[in-house]
Structures are given as structure tokens and as C-alpha cells.
């Protein structure tokens, strides 16, 4: 790509939390690969908050010297909680402050959206639950939790609407911060009566709190535990839709 092109072009800078887990910067290199995949012509690169590099800093740093003057940055967040409202923001500020020609947009966190609903259920019918299943299933909504009152909400939110698709009864629980646990869960929906309990893991890569949930799931006794939402197609889709809400509308010839 010259120079001159990418002048003109935003790229798009993902940001994750990062990890002491490698699994987890993997994961994430795994859906920004799938996401350049979709769109050719975008620039796409990755950083981290923490534990793992580049850190925001040094990304648009190295992208501002390769000629990128607008980057929309994408939290890559399930909820607008602590890391969306303060952290990241902060660390944008900070890194392109003294760069004064450079445009730093943040688009919008990744939840919620019926792509991650389709995430979710891809990767219960991947556990070997069949949409057949919906009617006598209760899932457990496991995230990672948060102390952030607006985040729990949303998470409280999306198991509402998801269980009006059918299934037997959805209950959010929570990794760390509040409570119900995944175990807790599990073993209210089983005290209800309920037949077949799924655990289904709200959160993006693996790592410590998505261990915990499988932990809880498996103590309790769940019948199916589904694997974290990962480098789903759906995800890498909403990764561009939320770039495409966030960057500078572009004129079509250049867009061509």
C-alpha cells in the first residue's frame, strides 16, 4: 500500500485488554486476521491495555508513521463499562495528543448485537446442543462481570431478549465483581426443574474468567458448556460494521 493511499484511508486500530494467558492475544490476532480477511483494502491493527504489546501507544505511533492520518479505535468490549468509559479513552488522548494532524475516532463497544447473539448460538449448536434443544434448555449467560451497574444491566438485558427466542429460560451470571456465579446459576435453573442446563461464556478470548466459568459450569454439573465467542465470522462482522458506524463517511469513488 503507498503512502499516498494511505493518507486517505482510516485504519482501524482494535483494542483489547490483553492477557498473561497467551490464548488470549492469539484469539484476538485470529478475529483481526479473519477481519482483513473480509475487507482487503483496510489497514487493521492490533493493540493491548495491558500484559501484551504493542500497546496503544506504540500502534498509533507506528501507524502515523506509515502515513495513516485518521484512525477509528474499537474497543474490543462486550459492554460499555470501566475500560470504554475511562481506560481507553485516556490512553488514546495520550498517544496521539502531540500528533496534531492525526484524527482519532472510537467507535462504538462490540455489545450488544444480534451478531453475538448468532456467536453464542453458533458455538452452543457447536457443543452439540440442535435448535430443536431451545424449548427444554435453560442457558446460563456467563460473562466476566463487572462493578459497573450499567454493564450488569445490559448483560441482564440481552439474557431477557435471547430467552424470547425460545429457549426453556436464560439467567445472566458473572465471573468476578457480582453475583450469581455460572455455578449458582446452574443450580437454580436445575433446582426449577429445568431438563438440559447450557453454559454459554459472554466473553470474547480465552483466560482466567472464562476458566472460571467452565470450572463453575463443570462443578455444578452443566450439560453442555460452549466455547468462548473467539474468531467467529459473525464478530469479525460486527468489528467492521461498528468501524464503518465510526469512520468519516468516505466518497464513494474513493471507497470504490
Do not use: N
Not at 64 to 92: M, N, Q, W
Not at 230 to 248: I, Q
Request: proline share 7%.
Amino acid at each position: 500500500m503507498s503512502a499516498h493511499h494511505s493518507t486517505h484511508a482510516p485504519a482501524l486500530l482494535v483494542i483489547a485488554h490483553g492477557s498473561r494467558d497467551p490464548r488470549h492475544a492469539a484469539t484476538v490476532h485470529a478475529l483481526t486476521r479473519r477481519v482483513r480477511a473480509l475487507r482487503p483494502g483496510l489497514r487493521v491493527e492490533t493493540a493491548f491495555l495491558d500484559f501484551d504489546t504493542p500497546t496503544v501507544d506504540q500502534a498509533v505511533a507506528s501507524l502515523y508513521l506509515s502515513g495513516v492520518r485518521e484512525i477509528v479505535a474499537l474497543p474490543l468490549l462486550l459492554t460499555r463499562a470501566f475500560h470504554a468509559k475511562s481506560d481507553i479513552p485516556a490512553v488514546l488522548a495520550a498517544s496521539s495528543s502531540h500528533l496534531s494532524d492525526l484524527t482519532v475516532r472510537t467507535a462504538d463497544v462490540l455489545g450488544p448485537s444480534p451478531l453475538l447473539l448468532a456467536t453464542l448460538e453458533r458455538r452452543l449448536w457447536e457443543a452439540g446442543l440442535t435448535p430443536a434443544d431451545r424449548a427444554t434448555t435453560g442457558v446460563v449467560l456467563a460473562s466476566a462481570g463487572s462493578s459497573d451497574p450499567e454493564a450488569i444491566a445490559v448483560i441482564a438485558e440481552i439474557a431477557r431478549e435471547w430467552r424470547h427466542t425460545g429457549w426453556c429460560a436464560v439467567r445472566p451470571a458473572f465471573a468476578s465483581a457480582v453475583l450469581p456465579r455460572t455455578e449458582d446459576a446452574v443450580r437454580a435453573l436445575r433446582a426449577e426443574g429445568v431438563r438440559r442446563i447450557a453454559v454459554a461464556p459472554y466473553v470474547i478470548a480465552p483466560g482466567r474468567l472464562p476458566d472460571r466459568i467452565a470450572a463453575g459450569a463443570a462443578e455444578a454439573g452443566a450439560d453442555v458448556v460452549a466455547d468462548v465467542l473467539g474468531p467467529s465470522p459473525e464478530l469479525a462482522r460486527l468489528l467492521l460494521r461498528r468501524f464503518d458506524a465510526a469512520a468519516p463517511s468516505r466518497i464513494p469513488a474513493l471507497a470504490a
